[in-house]
């Protein structure tokens, strides 16, 4: 049994493994959808790796995001221009969980269900138990007092914030929650923070699109310049790609299942680099970045097998094909002082050569 197959918590994600395996080796560009699926570590590929196993099979749409995926690797790594941060359970924690919106909302829930949610409107505790035609709450803001007295910042929290503003890039915290929990969060992160963008004021909620687009327009980026990181699956990592932009996965457990434990990360640190140490890497991650490294030297040398191939074959065309064969060779000699005309090729023969090697 591989590896793979053995980082399986139960029999039948083992089997729906094997079964989308199976699927994806019988369709065009077999080879190279199926060393993707089997390492994601594009942030897509990991949303669509993760749907294919839960469902057990592959549907087109699914497929076709999975090739996109794959002709990716064959790409410079994307520019990070922004990274937005999920608050609670990312930068921060609440020591004392007392949850005073859903005890209002339980005492009035037709009530509430009529009214917008305390998430998508800057209203505070007071005012929403007004909304709810409810008493005073006085239970429910000493409630809402010991929360917000207990959050507190992770260990390597602004660690990370400092890393990601030291290299120039814009910061983010992108949340959902409710009106009275914003200041302290401003408070503990002052200046480090460039962008606040909070659900009660956009009037959109992870992991809606409508989210993820204001939150682009607001860190003046476009939706591939952005990175989120974040612990919650669908909103932080399927709402971001979903909406164009790139995800790291922040589990401090160490728990993440097969496709999502190759964009996470148990540290901050970690999460918002796009680029891991050795130690960290994938096989495909490190194939990249020694292309990346040694792309001139690796150009030449295959720049000047093509040629000498290309010089044969317009010797040994017949006289009508040698016109072609010409015009070829001429091509391929525009080429020689662009390594980047190589670089997908190099990439399709190392993802190749790595799928020929593994099996299930």
Same mark, same amino acid.
Request: aromatic share 6%.
């Given at each position: 049994?591989?590896d793979?197959?053995?980082?399986?918590?139960?029999?039948a994600?083992?089997?729906?493994? =094997?079964?989308?395996?199976?699927?994806?080796?019988?369709?065009?560009?077999?080879?190279?959808?199926?060393?993707v699926?089997?390492e994601?570590?594009?942030p897509?590929?990991?949303?669509?790796?993760?749907?294919?196993?839960?469902?057990?099979?592959?549907t $087109? !749409?699914?497929?076709?995001?999975?090739?996109?995926?794959?002709?990716?690797?064959?790409?410079?790594?994307?520019?990070?221009?922004?990274?937005?941060?999920?608050?609670?359970?990312?930068?921060v924690?609440?020591?004392? +969980?007392?949850?005073p919106?859903?005890?209002?909302?339980?005492?009035?829930?037709?009530?509430?269900?009529?009214?917008?949610?305390?998430?998508?409107?800057?209203?505070?505790?007071?005012?929403?138990?007004?909304?709810?035609?409810?008493?005073?709450?006085?239970?429910?803001?000493?409630?809402?007092?010991?929360?917000?007295?207990?959050?507190?910042?992770y260990p390597?929290?602004?660690?990370a914030?400092?890393?990601?503003?030291?290299?120039?890039?814009?910061?983010?915290?992108?949340?959902?929650?409710?009106?009275?929990y914003?200041?302290?969060?401003e408070?503990?992160?002052?200046?480090?923070?460039?962008?606040?963008h909070?659900?009660?004021?956009?009037?959109a909620? +992870?992991?809606?699109?409508?989210?993820?687009?204001?939150?682009?327009?607001?860190?003046?980026?476009?939706?591939s310049?952005?990175?989120?990181?974040?612990?919650?699956?669908?909103? $932080?990592?399927?709402?971001?790609?979903?909406?164009?932009?790139?995800?790291?996965w922040v589990?401090?457990?160490?728990?993440?299942?097969?496709a999502?434990?190759?964009?996470?990360?148990?540290e901050?640190?970690?999460?918002?680099?796009?680029?891991?140490?050795?130690?960290?890497?994938?096989e495909?991650?490190l194939?990249?970045?020694?292309?990346?490294?040694?792309?001139?030297?690796?150009?030449?040398?295959?720049?000047?097998?093509? =040629?000498?191939l290309?010089?044969?074959?317009?010797?040994?065309?017949? $006289?009508?094909?040698?016109?072609?064969?010409?015009?070829?060779?001429? /091509?391929h /000699?525009?080429?020689?002082?662009?390594?980047?005309?190589?670089? =997908?090729?190099?990439?399709?023969n190392?993802? =190749?050569?790595?799928? !020929?090697? +593994?099996?299930?």
């Open positions: 049994m591989s793979a197959l053995r980082s399986f918590r139960t029999p994600e083992q089997v729906a493994y =094997a079964a989308v395996l199976a699927d994806l080796a019988g369709r065009d560009r077999g080879d190279e959808a199926t060393i699926f089997r994601p570590i594009d897509d590929a990991a949303v669509v790796a993760d749907a294919m196993i839960r469902a057990g099979n592959v $087109d !749409a699914l497929y076709a995001r999975l090739l996109a995926a794959t002709d990716r690797l064959y790409a410079p790594p994307a520019v990070t221009r922004a990274v937005a941060f999920d608050a609670f359970g990312t930068l924690h609440i020591g004392r +969980k007392r949850h919106f859903e005890r209002l909302i339980r005492q009035a829930r037709d009530r509430a269900e009529a009214l917008p949610s305390p998430m998508v409107q800057p209203i505070g505790l007071v005012d929403y138990a007004a909304a709810l035609e409810l008493p005073h709450p006085d239970a429910e803001l000493a409630m809402l007092n010991e929360e917000l007295a207990t959050i507190a910042l390597d929290a602004l660690d914030l400092r890393r990601v503003r030291e290299q120039g890039v814009r910061v983010a915290v992108a949340s959902n929650l409710a009106l009275p914003a200041a302290p969060l408070a503990l992160l002052g200046d480090l923070v460039d962008v606040w909070f659900s009660f004021d956009v009037c909620i +992870k992991p809606d699109r409508a989210f993820y687009a204001s939150l682009a327009t607001r860190l003046g980026c476009e939706a310049e952005l990175l989120m990181v974040g612990d919650a699956w669908r909103d $932080d990592i399927v709402g971001a790609v979903e909406a164009g932009s790139r995800a790291r589990d401090r457990e160490g728990r993440a299942s097969h999502r434990r190759f964009i996470a990360a148990r901050l640190g970690d999460a918002c680099s796009d680029r891991r140490v050795a130690g960290q890497m994938t495909l991650e194939v990249r970045s020694s292309i990346d490294a040694n792309l001139d030297h690796l150009h030449t040398q295959r720049w000047a097998v093509q =040629a000498g290309l010089r044969q074959t317009l010797e040994d065309a017949p $006289d009508a094909e040698k016109p072609a064969a010409k015009r070829a060779l001429d /091509y /000699y525009d080429t020689r002082g662009q390594p980047e005309t190589s670089r =997908a090729a190099l990439m399709q190392a993802i =190749a050569t790595i799928a !020929a090697r +593994k099996h299930v």
